[in-house]
């Protein structure tokens, strides 16, 4: 075996010897013929100093280096473009007595010029010395460069990428970033096409490693546990090679950010340095010294520094996914647009503080040619419904219901266009989350389904996903877990090895928390006939679905029509409306949190929400805000007491339906509980209510010179849905049992 590197005219052969030896010989052209050099190098370095060449004998020393580079993004564009972004991480994993204490350090160099080039940053991440497993250094570059010198403490090297140039192209690209609680999703489109998840493949590589990743990939085993830390860093610390929905990482992605415990965001921080989207969240053990921040989208950003600079960060890191689409397909960066979503609940001042980082950030790394264009997230999914999936608003009203992690979100269109827009919190996290005052110690689904996903986990042997699950729960954070449970139905291991664990599934069938999903469905679609009869519409045609909170839906209603929930929604019509509701038709996509993205890049529609907002206040007389200005000090006692009243309205109403259209048998709820359920449903109401509005108050930051924002009918039920499923999980399972 004999291998070859050349190096313009010289030619560098390695010839393999016994006991791992190995023959280097360097053949020098000069005018007539070559100028052979030859020398051997022997393995044998384990203690004390690494001992000099032997010149007399002609022998060198093999002394390993257990390291690797991986180089972001793996293009040169030749100040074709409005400015540079460069990032290089190394991965020092050397652990011999001899080396363990040097510190590797890289150089850039233009090949023109002898002195090293300066980069912006030079951030240390992993420290081997510090328990960590390995090192991590990043550098941070505002320029390209065409070589890098590598020098380890012992030994130095050089590192001559093989760049692709950027060749300029007029292709005009268009992303959606639908930046959700839970997860976050990227669609693009090229031109007039058809809109698709973000990918990157085999044809757009981001990254370029010092080490062969189809070899990598070929032998998992090869160079032992070090060379496996090496290559697992890059998806944790760094950019997983492949994104896609044919690998294993991909959008939707769960909205996190990755740091070191120890950063200090006081200082001048970078992504992909200090920052990086962990895309093996959920999939992988994260390393120890790395802290992840979830919850994102309504963190404090607007008044805490620290906040929002992850916010930034997760924004700059998608930016820079993007910004490297663009120039490795040849498209032009000036001409890409950008279109991102917000929750309508959202308050003024938190999506002003949005937009102003989207187009600061998008001029630094994309163009400063043109903004980013904002777009409701309720808004956008009916555009999908309407261009290919053929559901129209042209004759009778269709309804959008966007159901997130934490806001629900309700768009009336009447002629195609939107016309009446409510939304409020009351989404996924309601059912999942801690109500107001709770945590994962009393949630009823950590408690009903913790032990067995843990067992199942542990009777498949899947030790790694075990301590992924272990450090989830050590946060105690209800909604982290929760989400967990349902990514592991499409977590890699779990499909190859055919585990039978998926949450959606154990959730369809377990008849006690039915009645959760129920209530939350129902109480829902009763505030839109309730909003819809207020405002005098007709009642609609289609009631369509998206958003990854909308999927609840099939836990109450399995069958692919949704044909039991359809007939539930047009006899709480018929009640609210008392009039016959034969024509109501529900539709939910197969992947529902894409089509916000879908219907964004399909859509032309320019609406100011802020002109078609309105609140039902939820206090059974019909009183719409703005319609009847209300501002939130003018809300009294005995407003509280209405919606109370309104809830019980609803209750009663729950329960009616009932004997209308069989809860058991048509949604297979536990039949022996159901007196207990409607007691439950009706305790501490109050304490709900109030505690609901304090925390909006909170969230207004003492402005409460505004009218009401959202329903305060929600309120009570995010309690008492939080209540009623611990109750579940604890009494009435005891009981049952």
């Known amino acids: 075996m004999q291998g070859t590197v050349a190096g313009g005219k010289n030619t560098i052969d390695m010839e393999p010897l016994a006991a791992g030896g190995v023959r280097v010989t360097l ?40 390291f690797g580079v991986t180089l972001y993004p793996f293009i040169k564009t030749g100040n074709k473009v409005e ?12 652990v011999s007595p001899h080396t363990r204490y ?8 233009h090949e023109d010029q002898t002195q090293p080039l300066d980069h912006q940053a030079e951030k240390q991440r992993s420290d081997k010395r510090a328990a960590d497993r390995a090192s991590t250094q990043y550098y941070v570059l505002q320029q390209e460069f065409d070589y890098m010198q590598l020098q380890t403490g012992v030994a130095q090297g050089i ?14 690209y268009t992303f959606a970033i639908d930046f959700g609680t839970t997860n976050t999703h990227i669609e693009y489109k090229v031109g007039n096409g058809n809109p698709r998840p973000f990918d990157i493949t085999e044809e757009d590589v981001q990254i370029a490693t010092l080490h062969d990743p189809n070899f990598a990939q070929a032998n998992p085993d090869f160079g032992g546990s070090g060379a496996t830390l090496i290559r697992d860093l890059i998806p944790q610390e760094f950019l997983p090679r492949y994104i896609g929905q044919q690998f294993e990482f991909r959008f939707p992605q769960r909205t996190v950010i990755g740091e070191s415990h120890n950063l ?26 790395t802290r992840v921040t979830t919850e994102l989208k309504w963190s404090n950003y607007t008044r805490n520094q620290e906040d929002k600079r992850r916010v930034e960060a997760f924004f700059e890191n998608l930016l820079f996914l993007i910004r490297s689409k ?33 187009r600061d950030l998008f001029h630094r790394y994309i163009t400063s040619e043109r903004d980013p264009q904002k777009l409701s997230e309720s808004i956008a999914p009916f555009y999908f419904y309407k261009e290919r999936l053929g559901k129209s608003a042209a004759d009778k009203p269709s309804v959008g219901i966007d159901i997130g992690g934490g806001t629900t979100d309700i768009v009336i269109f009447q002629n195609n266009q939107p016309t009446v827009l409510t939304s409020f919190r009351f989404a996924a996290n309601a059912i999942f989350g801690d109500g107001f005052h709770g945590s994962a110690a009393i949630n009823g689904f950590v408690r009903r389904y913790a032990e067995e996903i843990g067992r199942l986990l542990q009777e498949n042997r899947q030790n790694e996903l075990l301590r992924v699950y272990n450090a989830i729960v050590e946060e105690q954070r209800s909604q982290d877990i929760i989400a967990f449970f349902f990514s592991l139905e499409e977590n890699k291991h779990v499909k190859e090895q055919n585990i039978p664990v998926s949450f959606h599934a154990m959730l369809k069938e377990d008849e006690d928390f039915k009645i959760v999903f129920l209530v939350f469905y129902t109480a829902i679609i009763y505030h839109l006939a309730q909003l819809m009869r207020a405002k005098g519409l007709e009642m609609p045609r289609h009631v369509l679905f998206s958003g990854r909170g909308s999927k609840v839906v099939n836990i109450v209603d399995p069958s692919p029509n949704l044909n039991s929930l359809s007939s539930l929604t047009r006899l709480v019509f018929k009640h609210v409306y008392e009039a016959e509701a034969n024509s109501i038709e ?16 399909l859509s032309d529609v320019d609406v100011e929400i802020d002109q078609i907002k309105t609140v039902l206040l939820g206090t059974g007389n019909g009183v719409l805000v703005p319609e009847q200005p209300l501002k939130y000090p003018e ?6 007491k209405q919606v109370l009243g309104e809830v019980d309205e609803f209750m009663q109403l729950l329960f009616t339906l009932h004997d209308e259209y069989n809860f058991t048998h048509h949604f297979g709820v536990n039949p022996s509980h159901l007196s207990n359920y409607r007691q439950m449903l009706r305790e501490d109401l109050m304490e709900y209510l109030k505690s609901g509005q304090q925390l909006k108050l909170k969230e207004l930051a003492g402005n409460q010179d505004v009218n009401v924002e959202e329903t305060f009918f929600f309120y009570p039920l995010t309690g008492a849905l939080n209540r009623l499923a611990f109750k579940i999980a604890t009494e009435l399972t005891e009981e049952y049992n």
């Open 586 to 601: 529900l539709e939910q996509y197969a992947e529902p949190k894409e089509i916000t993205c879908k219907g964004g890049l």
């Open 326 to 358: 663009v120039l490795l397909n040849n498209g032009d960066l000036k001409k890409t647009k950008l279109i991102w979503f917000y929750p309508s609940s959202m308050l003024p001042n938190r999506r002003n503080s949005l937009e102003a980082t989207w």
């Open 264 to 289: 200090n965001l006081g200082t001048s921080t970078y992504v992909l340095s200090d920052f990086n989207i962990p895309f093996v969240y959920e999939k992988y053990p994260i390393q120890k010294n």
């Open 27 to 66: 053949r020098i052209p000069v005018k007539q013929g070559f100028v052979t050099f030859e020398r051997i190098y022997t393995p044998g370095v384990t203690e004390g100093e690494i001992p000099p060449p032997d010149e007399s004998r002609n022998k060198g020393v093999i002394v390993e280096h257990q």
């Open 102 to 109: 040097h510190q590797y350090d890289l150089q850039f160099y």
């Open 635 to 640: 809300v009294t006692d005995e407003t509280l």
């Open 83 to 94: 400015n540079t972004h460069y990032r290089v991480q190394l991965v020092d994993r050397d």
């Open 159 to 172: 590192v001559v990428p093989k760049f692709p140039a950027y060749s300029g192209g007029n292709d005009t």
